[in-house]
């Protein structure tokens, strides 16, 4: 009641009365500290593309290899997504409906890829899917060369996208309710009509979470990529990697212009994650659970 | 033990008349398999090799690889990071806290999604900000020059980069902990005469003790870890401005595969280290968030 009053007498407050001491002082520190560390850096980099003319950061950011580094760099990103949308789902549904030996383990290992550094899957992984790795010999007969090409990528790339989707995805499983599975069993549904009209919509806005969280991890990735990709222009080098290069020629503006690309889809793919995410809220609320 | 399950299997079946068992074993062993074989694939081969390769030529050399000067010199400078870094970080994420969950005030969902901005960008991105600001053609880097300080491809670039990308771990624990837990014991501490870092020390600390060794951890391995933006700020000068994932690069092209899956084991241990400490935690009853 109180709160409401002092609200009203002061509309324009900047913050609501407390007892609480060290507003001044944490709120100063934050917002010093967020500023100084991220917000003026990256302001800096934005800055740094205006150097650029319209017209040469154009010519920058649509350069055949810059479209062959998106290309790459999306569409392995999307392949990745789009692979941990179905296997993610199954682990997710693997943990939170059967009980198994081991279980908890492989509960833990799943957040393996957040706690590992990326350097060591990016060597581990090329290693395992080489010509004559574990996996990669039993590849090869087929044809199939997985490290060193964009199917490499992908691979990198769905394993640090793998703990995103599962562990959006179980809190949500968890939640389907049993009993409207049994009952919709008693009413005679067969097992794909329970999954579509029950499971999926309860964890569609969990799972589309989960995709957008695992895509958008992906198209930043850079040290579990630069090992299994090869590193080819135009086939194999993904947009991180070429604004390394740019650097590396000290072409600031070049990178920085690929950065600004990058960045702004970072701000596109955020907003999206957090729609999706106040989605997933509202429908919670709305079925009273 | 056995008792409760057979009990379980019983019930399972006793409220499910008519239900296919056949069908439902079948579907256990179709998800667990799956998901087995997906994570051995992509997950424990790859952990595995770390270690096989690491010991490809026995222990000797194994030991041996540690010996090697610019090993010691990468794994005391990814110490010293870790070590300014994460408590820098943990003041911040106390402090970005305190001031989010104790008061209410306009801009705070602004605040926050500011803070997980580090999250959203390419790690390469996070490295690049500081070029661009402090490397030679960078807006700062002919008065830094003028004044011989080196910031990228020296340490002060490494701390940076590193404190960039762990920058929101600590804070988006303990935000929505500290907002779950409310303030009543604090203001009941403060209006008994409590004075202000009392009531932190003796009231707040404690209750969020596990949810800031959980972020502590995490931004420890990432901080340990972190590969991309450092890469890109450290110059790669061997010795000098290369921490272990930086390190774990150069062997890996120099092609000795032991040497560099050594290093690689040691940030691989590092990880089921802040798993273990993780999956304690959750014991408690605290589950990340």
Redesign the interface.
Known sequence: MNVAVETRSAPRA???P??????G???G???F??SA??????A??V??SLRLSWSEFWEVILDPRAIGSYRLSFGASLLAASINLV?GF??A???V??E?PGKRI?D??????????????????T??FAQN???GQYLEPFGIKVAYTWIGVT?AL??IG?PFMVRTVQPALAEVQKDLE?AA?TLGAG?FHIFRRIILPTVLPAMLTGFALAF?RA?????SVI?ISGNLPMKTEIT??L??IK?EE?D?RG??AL?TV??FI??I??LAI?LLQAWGRRRHTRTGR | MANRAAQIFVDEHATRPGRDTLTTAFARAFFIGVSLLFLAALLFAPLATVFTMALEKGYEAYLASFADPDTGAAIRLTLLTAAVVVPINTVFGLAAAWAIAKFEFRGKSVLITLIDLPLAVSPVISGLVYVLLFGLQGWFGLWLQEHDISIVFALPGIILATMFVTFPYVARELIPLMQQLGNDEEEAAITLGAGAWMTFFRVTLPKVRWGLVYGVILCNARAMGEFGAVSVVSGHIRGVTNTMPLHIEILYNEYNFVGAFAVASLLTLLAVLTLVVKSLVERTGYKGH
């Open positions: 900047l913050r609501q407390s007892v609480l001491p060290g507003f002082l944490t709120f520190f934050t917002t500290f967020l560390v991220v917000l003026v850096p990256l800096a980099l800055l740094m296997f199954i682990i549904w693997t943990l409906r059967y198994f492989i833990a290992l799943i957040d393996m890829p957040f706690a590992l550094p990326t350097a060591v899957s990016g060597i581990a992984l290693t395992v790795g574990w996996i691979v769905t394993l793998m049994d069993e097992r958008a198209v930043g990735e850079y040290g090992f991180p990697l604004i390394v650097l000290f600031y990178a920085a950065g990058m960045l970072s701000f793919m955020l957090n």
